[in-house]
């Protein structure tokens, strides 16, 4: 491994090779303040003794000075000049480090250490499988989602209002929580609220509902665990829930920064939710280029989120009309380039009295529909007593 | 089925045949082109480039089917080609990531060499990956069907990039790599899939900073800079942002200029029939022919 292949700054490279350091051997024998100062045994050697150059004799007494000569002695004085490394310590420690991590990558072999902390896809494949998925609460809607919400994904959930979007979130949120005994996930859920609908009285009924289900399927359950008792309440629930309550774009994204270090203290959270990415984002700017940074920006902070901890992120957005072809139609806000942003996308919308989920978009799953309904339990699979729409005559 | 355009399949049949022969068998041995000569200012002339066109530069399947019967290699005149840079772009959900996800299953099935995979938007599923793998015709390759899964999983290599320095940090060490790899011989690199390169580029890109542009450019040139020397391909997926009147790639102008191919797909809302339309190609007849596809099962 030679110095010039190293990532980093070209006059910094340059310069680090002519103070004479060529190898990174020589490069892990320098502490950061002598590189800095630039004196490589190699540099030490050639002060004490400068050599004998070519330009020499022109200078010589011999020979008057001619305006030729001395323009060749000031580039030869620049050069030598040039040649201190002439940086400051910190940079010579950020060097260092590269060096150390080049150094360490080159003892790294075999097919899979081709890049450093790459997996290989069958390694994924095992990995996956193991994985489980965040029940929504309807069967049919596990179905087309394969499984459930699925972690180290980013899924949208979008529709008009009324549909259920954060019925599905704050259900989200419960069903994270169930205990691993009963093929949940054990987790917890972080909330984050922009529109004020997170509704506390409805999360408690849903965590009855949640519960009283649980217990339907695992009657023996209370009886096995002696701290299932107190666990399995809807206090607990609720309790697990760590809830944002967003006021502006710039909370937003505050809150996103934020999370990282969040998530990082609270390892057992396996889902952040964003009740609605859109709402402030859709009123307060005005330049459209600006939003698209940063909503890029902040889906790929998600997206990393989502891949770090090991966690599902769900983004609900709301509807807009769009002229496509000669008519409006309805599709989700934010555009087309946020419409690249996610995973998986799940549209929510009524077909007749039904409510129905529509899978638009998922690298690993074929589009597909399935009714749900919205009960007083929360999310469940739609049956003919619970599907009534209201409608406003 | 080509549909637009005034090609007819015979046409890009012959098209293809003027140019070099494909090697679609991965036992023909591939002569390594030596990289020494080629650096220190040594100049190839025309006969060393067709020379060298026609012993390495093989011709990738995507292996993706068309519809009902052609294969969307023969729109692209053969294939993803070594040392080129290709680009899908498409509306969300068109069914760009499931070519790059085909394309990668079946290199690595043929025993062409080792696929890498960056991926940006946690969407590569390998569970998908052993479905297309699971479906190949086992006349392929001779083995039984769990051993070629290992053997093909294990040959794609996924590392997940969520920044624009992270990707410059993991194409240094690719880099670095391949150099490795020149000199011990062992398995090879031959593609490199970046799904999707244009959400990295998003956030940084803005018409009043030159510097996100000049990040961009520098990631092209170090992407065609492997192609070339490695003799890698090099697929990434690009976005479609809306324009006036009609959608267009994103990136803009400066990029246009970047991918040796650029290829369209899009999709109608609830089939799974794609339509594949070829923007710009090196090597073919520039009129804009296109080919409908089903999203590989």
Redesign the interface.
């Known amino acids: 491994m030679e110095i010039a292949d190293l990532p980093i700054c070209t006059s910094y490279r340059a310069k680090l090779l002519a103070a004479g350091y060529s190898s990174l051997a020589s490069l892990s024998a320098a502490d950061p303040p002598r590189l800095a100062r630039g004196t490589s045994p190699a540099r030490r050697t050639a002060h004490r003794a400068p050599p004998r150059r070519q330009t020499l004799p022109l200078d010589s007494p011999l020979r008057p000075p001619t305006p030729i000569a001395a323009a060749l002695l000031a580039c030869d004085e620049i050069a030598r000049v040039g040649v201190d490394l002439n940086i400051e310590i910190p940079e010579a420690e950020d060097i260092l480090k590269v060096a150390v991590c080049a150094n360490k990558f080159k003892g790294a072999d075999g097919p899979s250490s081709v890049l450093k902390g790459s997996q290989n896809a069958w390694d994924m494949l095992s990995d996956e499988q193991s994985r489980k998925h965040i029940n929504t609460g309807s069967g049919d809607l596990n179905n087309i989602l394969g499984g459930g919400i699925h972690c180290k994904e980013v899924t949208e959930i979008g529709g008009v209002p009324g549909i259920g979007k954060t019925q599905l979130g704050i259900q989200l949120a419960i069903n994270v929580q169930i205990p691993v005994e009963c093929g949940g996930l054990g987790g917890k859920a972080v909330y984050i609220d922009t529109e004020g609908s997170f509704m506390v009285e409805r999360v408690y009924q849903i965590a009855e509902g949640c519960i009283s289900d649980i217990l339907e399927y695992f009657p023996h359950y209370q009886d096995k665990a002696p701290s299932g008792q107190e666990k399995l309440k809807p206090e607990s629930f609720l309790a697990d829930i760590y809830y944002f309550r967003i006021c502006s774009y710039t909370e937003q994204i505050a809150v996103i920064n934020y999370l990282e270090k969040f998530l990082g203290e609270h390892k057992d959270v396996r889902i952040v939710i964003i009740d609605s990415v859109t709402f402030h984002f859709r009123q307060d700017f005005d330049d459209m280029a600006l939003r698209t940074r940063v909503l890029s920006g902040l889906s790929l902070k998600l997206m990393k989120l989502a891949k770090t901890y090991n966690l599902a992120v769900v983004l609900l957005n709301q509807v807009t009309t769009k002229f496509i072809e000669g008519s409006f139609q309805l599709t989700l806000a934010l555009g087309d380039s946020w419409s690249h942003s996610c995973t998986n996308r799940l549209i929510l919308y009524w077909n007749g009295n039904l409510r129905y989920a529509y899978l638009d978009k998922s690298p690993s799953l074929p589009a597909a529909s399935a009714p749900y309904a919205v009960t007083g339990k929360g999310v469940r699979d739609a049956t003919s007593s619970n599907c009534k729409r209201v409608r406003v005559m | 089925m080509v549909a637009g355009g005034g090609r007819t399949g015979a046409g890009a049949g012959a098209g293809a045949g003027c140019f070099p022969r494909r090697y679609p068998l991965p036992a023909d041995e591939v002569r390594e082109k030596n990289q020494d000569e080629r650096q220190g200012g040594q100049f190839l002339d025309g006969m060393d480039l067709l020379k060298d066109v026609t012993e390495n530069k093989r011709f990738l399947p995507t292996g993706v089917q068309g519809y009902p019967i052609w294969i969307i290699d023969a729109l692209l005149g053969g294939g993803l080609r070594q040392g080129q840079l290709m680009e899908i772009t498409g ?3 068109s069914g760009k ?2 070519v790059c ?1 085909c394309s990668a299953a079946h290199v690595a099935a043929r025993h062409l060499g ?1 696929v ?2 960056l991926d ?11 479905r297309m793998v699971d479906v190949f015709p086992i006349s392929l390759v001779n083995e039984p069907k769990h051993v070629r899964l ?1 053997r ?9 990039v ?2 624009i320095f992270n990707l ?3 194409l ?3 880099e ?2 391949l ?1 490795k790899k020149v000199n011990n011989g ?2 090879k ?1 031959c593609l490199l899939i970046i799904d ?1 390169i ?3 580029l ?6 009043k900073y030159p510097q996100g542009r000049s990040m961009m450019l520098s990631v092209a040139m170090i992407l065609k800079k492997l192609a070339d020397e490695h003799n890698l391909s090099v697929l990434v997926t690009n ?4 324009g006036n009147g009609a ?1 267009k790639p ?1 990136l803009g102008e400066s990029w246009k200029t970047v991918p040796h191919v650029r290829l369209v797909v899009s999709r109608d ?2 089939s ?1 029939i794609c339509t594949a339309t070829v923007l710009k190609h090196t090597l073919l007849a520039s009129d804009r022919h296109c080919m409908k596809f089903a ?1 590989p ?1």
């Open positions: 509306q969300s959900s990531t499931q996800l080792v890498v995979y940006t938007s946690n969407s590569f599923s390998p569970r998908r990956i052993a290992h093909v999983m294990s040959s794609i290599i996924c590392e997940s969520f920044d410059f940090e993991v240094h060490q690719l670095l790599s150099k062992s398995s690199i999707s244009s959400s990295l998003a956030p940084i890109i803005s018409g976005h479609m942002v809306a959608p994103a809302r609830g799974n999203v099962s």
